[in-house]
């Protein structure tokens, strides 16, 4: 397990050099002087002029910006992420100064007041007035960097909608800050949020696991359903950097599961239950819910239509099939499989000709390449067929009505 996680890091860092990183100086009055960041832009971007992207803000521009750009574009390349612009901070030497707090109250230093709103005044109206962003925003730090992040929980409406904590450095009055911030009250705001925090033993004093175990049951504790929490102990890293590699991607897992395609464990639990009609709505909301979240206009993926393909088909005699055919054909109208679905529609309800037409349709955008197609060309076979059987009977009821005129 230690040489896979060695390596996960290695290829995430030897990945960047065929990124595109630029970076950019920024003029900060609440510094009072200018401050580099580094910035990754995803594949595409360049290209894509309608794309909007989620942003991660990394307190950092090195390893830990890497690691994190290095999962991106992994989890974007399986299409289990958006692809995201990821901005690292100069901190090599001012991290204890920009993140620094009061121990008696872990209140912001006045030096940490000016960077927390450096991000949140200057370096998010920047990013938003020069790059293509979605509202999504999510902010990562390690040490006294995760404690520092968490403050920006306090305000009325959190301008992040997820926070990774690395082994948070946690102060003694961590604990009550935090509960002051009565977070309960996010569960009536129309928004997302999601907390990842990971911590080892080996890496913390006895004292800050104490208030990280403190924290983890004031918040577990919350009834906010828009709230999502997560506290992860990683008691068999083999290294500070492994637990780091494992943090990222276990946090990408958590804060963009609505954005990956249906699994195995979203279908049992949600959709194979349902009626033919809900489980389209279900597909239906689940793309409309994609873009309100992370700004990402994705098209339904064929995939989850085939998730729900036998519900509609098998339950209520196939009557939804035309609504499921006519959403297909909004979302891909060069698929056949919004015609196919018409045609068995037609199919099922013994209206042959119709749906000789539709399969006919859906032949003709087929590529004849595709290993499919012969097998598909047996449902315009069998219509035929079924159309020759019912005008041979419609025949033959002709006939013995004449006989019985006669």
Known sequence: MKQVYLFLILLISTSLFSQKVVTQKINSKELGKDRNVKIYLPKGYDIDETTNYPLAIVLGDEYLFDLYVGNAKLYANVDKAPRQIVVGIDM???????????????????????????????????????????????????????????????????????YICITPDFPQFAPAIIESYSLNRLGSIDNTYFLYTSNNKKYINHKQYDYFSEIRTL????????????????ENSPSYL???????????????????????????????????????????????????LYGSNLNVRLDDIFVIEDIVIDRQDGD???????????????????????????????????????????????????????????????????????????????????????
């Open 92 to 162: 090599k030497n001012t991290y204890g100064k920009d993140v620094s707090i009061i121990p008696a109250n872990n209140a912001l230093t006045s030096s940490g007041v000016h960077f927390f709103n450096f991000i949140k005044h200057e370096l998010i109206p920047f990013m938003e007035g020069n790059f293509k962003t979605s509202p999504f925003m999510t902010i990562v730090g390690e040490g006294k960097g995760a404690n520092f992040i968490t403050h920006y929980l306090k305000d009325e409406q959190p301008i992040f909608n997820s």
């Open 219 to 234: 918040l577990t504790s919350f009834d906010a359903k828009n709230l999502n929490i997560t506290f992860d102990e990683f």
């Open 320 to 406: 939804y099939l035309r609504v499921l055919g006519d959403f297909v054909m909004i979302k891909y109208p060069d698929s056949h499989m919004g015609d196919f679905y018409i045609g068995k529609y037609y199919e099922l309800g013994k209206d042959y000709e119709k749906a000789d037409f539709y399969y006919k349709a859906a032949y003709g955008k087929m590529d004849p390449s595709n290993p499919n197609a012969d097998a598909f060309y047996e449902n315009i076979k069998r219509v035929n067929d079924l159309m020759g059987s019912k005008k041979e009977e419609n025949n033959n009821e002709e006939e013995i009505i004449e006989e019985e005129d006669k």
């Open 242 to 292: 492994a637990m780091i590699g494992e943090t990222i991607p276990r946090a990408f897992t958590k804060m963009f599961s609505l954005y990956s395609k249906i699994t195995k464990e979203e279908y049992e639990t949600n959709v194979k239950d349902l009626a033919p009609l809900d489980a389209i709505k279900y597909v239906e909301k689940k793309y409309l819910d994609i873009q309100y």
